[in-house]
T-cell receptor, first 114, second 116 residues
Framework: AQSVSQHNHHVILSEAASLELGCNYS??????LFWYVQYPGQHLQLLLK??????LVKGIKGFEAEFIKSKFSFNLRKPSVQWSDTAEYFC????????????FGGGTRVLVKP | EAGVTQFPSHSVIEKGQTVTLRCDPI?????LYWYRRVMGKEIKFLLH????????ESGMPNNRFLAERTGGTYSTLKVQPAELEDSGVYFC??????????????FGPGTRLTVL
């Protein structure tokens, strides 16, 4: 069965620091890739997605992610975080041959200190 | 455009009782999904409706869980009888398309279920 790994469970950093969250998946076929975010007290929101084309994807709030097929990775980055980026971040994979269901990573809690 | 809504936001019940969760998808979205996150674990897929039909129910834990989507609009997820391990946050999501090729799922706020 496919799986999604997020290497960091918790990340603490200061405002203006750069953020990179790792995501690796274990499926060899064609995939759709997503990053979702859940701010405190709010529902899951889509940050960005990759279906095809340019492997560098830009999302909302200054986030971007790079799909590296050879490494089965889809890491999320933001050059300079703000306190408001405190949230839990989820990587999700949808193998195109497996219908619509998403397989999620375990989530990474990010705390940005002011 | 209203988002995915779920009711109730929280539910606390005792082991052996029945609970019914409701999800209203975004208007016009044929696809409706249920997911669950048990504390400390990843969000896991439960099942997928296309309109009123169950497209994939491979993630349903056991026959104590019953999902319905009569009329292809809102969906209910019933747990009967509830067990302690059913505690968690139940998310609903919806999407527009019928193909997985470029479909994006939009999530509701979740229902936090606590079984005592």
């Amino acid at each position: 069965a496919q799986s999604v790994s997020q290497h960091n469970h918790h990340v603490i950093l200061s405002e203006a620091a750069s953020l990179e969250l790792g995501c690796n998946y274990s499926y060899g076929g064609t995939v759709n890739l997503f990053w979702y975010v859940q701010y405190p007290g709010q529902h899951l929101q889509l940050l960005l997605k990759y279906f095809s084309g340019d492997p560098l994807v830009k999302g909302i709030k200054g986030f971007e992610a790079e799909f590296i097929k050879s490494k089965f990775s889809f890491n999320l980055r933001k050059p300079s975080v703000q306190w408001s980026d405190t949230a839990e971040y989820f990587c999700a994979v949808n193998p195109k041959a497996a219908g619509n269901k998403l397989t999620f990573g375990g989530g990474t809690r990010v705390l940005v200190k002011p | 455009e209203a988002g995915v809504t779920q009711f109730p936001s929280h539910s606390v019940i005792e082991k052996g009782q029945t609970v019914t969760l409701r999800c209203d998808p975004i208007s016009g979205h044929d696809n409706l999904y249920w997911y669950r996150r048990v504390m400390g674990k990843e969000i896991k897929f439960l099942l997928h409706f296309v309109k009123e039909s169950k497209q994939d129910e491979s993630g349903m834990p056991n026959n104590r869980f019953l999902a319905e989507r009569t009329g292809g609009t809102y969906s209910t997820l019933k747990v009967q009888p509830a067990e302690l391990e059913d505690s968690g946050v139940y998310f609903c999501a919806s999407s527009r398309g019928s193909s997985g090729s470029t479909d994006t799922q939009y999530f509701g706020p979740g229902t936090r279920l606590t079984v005592l």
